[in-house]
DNA sequence: ATCACTTACGGGTGACGTAAAAATC
DNA sequence: GATTTTTACGTCACCCGTAAGTGAT
């Protein structure tokens, strides 16, 4: 049989021509090129170059010979990819999310029931999570929308209610305990997340007039938040993990609209609730 | 990069499932099997099985992993055939027949002009030997028939014309001079090689009432025609070529008809022009 | 006690690099 | 003289087999 060193050896002058130069690409001595050459031609039995004193290059067989190599050297590769590829998902619990909130909370919890999982999360649109799902990219999915199917499991998964965030100073706060109707503080400037999911339609449509200061990263907004006196989001999700109660330079109002509440569904394929099993008790218990 | 070795490796345990018949069977000792596996999940990365103490078993990823290195050993099998076959296939002149009578003398013609090439010769009905010559199977055919194409090569190669052969006491033998006919011997019985390609049919066709002993092996043949008093056939090829005409225990008598006489004709590919230049050469000046 | 696997250890093959020679540009 | 390939040679990695150890049947 040949050794994979002798196939990358044969790929490799091809690529680069000459002993030289590929011997250095591919990080051994010259000699030790030529004498792999050497070998793989007697273990095929067949001369695979043409040979002049200080020359040499493939022949037609030779040729034949590193095209069939490069593509078993490709197969090898893809086989390390898939190998890893495969029991990483053995080790990872992936779920795709259409809003912050929820991806905020879930993987601490699912940490919490499987310690040696790795959790990795993604946020898309409702359809490409849902279309993910099914291609067993995710193993569960957090949408907004209840989806029936013969092979899904789909369990209510908590709510949030979208809050105002603003200065102590600012007239609204008034409403602190009897909450807010979006057409209240339609006009006002808001920071936001550019990362909220569907979140970012509801408001452009139930504050038409209102203006949006998008801000990419999560840490620069809060930052922002905090040293200006503009509006901002928040939900009863984050103010509960972030403790947000306790920061005396906010204060929240809860939004009265029924479109300020977001039902959540955990979604699995049939298929995973094995895998799932502990998190899908948790999550029917609640 | 993962050495072919390791692969086998993995193979062999995942057919004998465990590690002392694989070892076993591939002539390594277990220790070296069991070390050869453990090497492979450190270069993967990755556990491919579950291990009790005197127990192994390959995991999903490892029938995964062994699944696709057999594809890949398989590829490399795959890739030794090829290089060999493409390598032999320039150091052979392969010829395809319709008749024995070339084909007792070509190879010998093309040793003197090719040396250092193999010749392999092969009969079968003119119909399956052009298929096989445009399949690239043969580099070149003698076919009874003048086929003309845009990338064919066609060159007449001599003829040959049927002899009777006969023991010198049979009456026929008076024609020895002028030949004779078809209808002149039929109802003879013959001993004929059974691979005599299309005279069969002619003979059958044109002495109707005759019987023909087949006989499969050409040595044999020889030798029952020897012994008997039987007709059998020749031809002018085949009496210059063995020098029959100093055997005395034989008159050979040649038959008249027109359908006594076959032309051949040298078909070739025109991309095999090139190999067989001197071959070209020879048969044009003949 | 036997079997199956792993760990430990010493040995030998063979792949490697360095050096040198030969040939071409 | 610089470059390219091959041959020669000594070294070292590493793969192997033997032996010993552990746990299960």
Redesign the pocket.
């Known amino acids: 049989m040949i050794?994979t060193?002798l196939l990358e050896?044969l790929v490799a002058f091809n690529k680069y021509?000459?002993?030289?130069?590929?011997?250095e690409e591919i990080?051994?001595?010259?000699?030790?090129?030529?004498?792999?050459?050497?070998?793989l031609e007697d273990i095929l039995g067949v001369s695979l170059?043409d040979?002049?004193?200080?020359?040499?290059?493939l022949n037609d067989t030779g040729k034949l010979a590193a095209s069939l190599a490069e593509r078993i050297l490709d197969q090898e590769n893809e086989m390390v990819q898939l190998v890893r590829n495969f029991d990483s998902s053995l080790h990872t619990i992936s779920i795709g999310y259409s809003t912050p909130g929820p991806m905020m909370e879930v993987p601490s919890l699912i940490n919490r029931l499987y310690p040696d999982m790795a959790v990795s999360s993604d946020m898309q649109d409702e359809e490409t999570i849902l279309k993910s799902l099914r291609n067993k990219k995710y193993n569960m999915i957090i949408s907004t929308k209840d989806i029936k199917d013969i092979d899904l499991i789909s369990i209510p998964y908590d709510s949030e209610r979208l809050y105002i965030s603003l200065v102590p100073a600012h007239p609204a706060v008034a409403y602190k305990d009897q909450g807010l109707y979006f057409k209240d503080v339609n006009g006002e400037t808001f920071l936001m997340s550019a990362k909220v999911g569907v979140w970012e339609e509801i408001v452009r449509k139930k504050m038409p007039d209102s203006k949006f200061l998008l801000q990419n990263d999560l840490d620069s907004l809060s930052e922002v938040v905090n040293s200006s006196s503009l509006a901002s989001f928040a939900s009863d999700l984050t103010i509960r993990l972030f403790r947000a109660e306790e920061n005396p330079s906010r204060i929240f109002i809860p939004f009265n609209d029924k479109e300020a509440v977001m039902n959540y569904y955990c979604i699995i394929l049939k298929e995973n609730e094995e895998k799932l099993d502990k998190w899908i008790d948790f999550v029917k218990e609640k």
Chains 1, 2 share one sequence.
């Open positions: 050794e060193y050896a021509k000459t002993l030289s130069s590929a011997a990080h051994i001595s010259q000699p030790a090129l030529s004498r792999s050459m050497q070998k170059f040979r002049s004193k200080n020359k040499i290059t």
